[in-house]
């Protein structure tokens, strides 16, 4: 049996005791993310244990667009030069409770690998993050996140390089 379920965001969820360290991460999962799904402006996914409802992990996508002169030059040449569709990681908490258990990985992967899938049906460059502080920062960058010219943390993952990682996943 797996450890976590990840699953859309719903109203029965218990997220209000969610502690991950980060008090803005924790008030967007206690009464924005919910909002955010409403209005259709970004899809919070969760993570709970199978047969329980209380989150211990979360991730947002939103749709995004980067200007063509933020992005690491060595990405940008061969661009078109107008704004680059984007996936937006908005967010990526782990509850304290579940910590140095994997669970960050978990949810980076699903939540790259359901950028891959939207990427299958749209027009999408990458995957970026706005990472909170220099732990975010380490974290994105070993599963090669580059940061973005003269904004460290902000960072970027192109669909390339994470299709190839698929690909490596499943031989």
């Not at 924005?32 to 209380?54: D, E, W």
């Not at 908490?93 to 359901?114: F, M, N, T």
Request: hydrophobic share 40%.
């Amino acid at each position: 049996m797996a450890d976590w379920l990840i699953e859309p965001l719903a109203d029965d969820h218990e997220r209000g005791s969610f502690s991950c360290g980060n008090a803005p991460l924790d008030r967007f999962l206690q009464t924005q993310a919910g909002q955010y799904g409403r209005k259709g402006v970004g899809r919070t996914f969760v993570a709970v244990r199978p047969g329980q409802r209380v989150v211990i992990g979360f991730y947002t996508l939103a749709a995004s667009s980067i200007e063509i002169a933020h992005l690491p030059p060595t990405l940008a040449k061969k661009l078109p030069k107008h704004p680059v569709p984007m996936v937006l990681l908005g967010r990526l908490a782990v509850d304290s409770i579940a910590r140095d258990q994997g669970l960050g990985k978990v949810l980076l992967s699903d939540a790259l690998s359901r950028s891959l899938r939207i990427a299958d049906e749209l027009g999408v460059f990458g995957v970026h993050v706005h990472a909170a502080d220099d732990g975010a920062v380490s974290f994105y960058a070993r599963y090669g996140f580059q940061p973005f010219p003269e904004q460290n943390r902000h960072m970027l993952l192109s669909m390339a390089t994470i299709r190839k990682s698929a690909g490596a996943d499943e031989e």
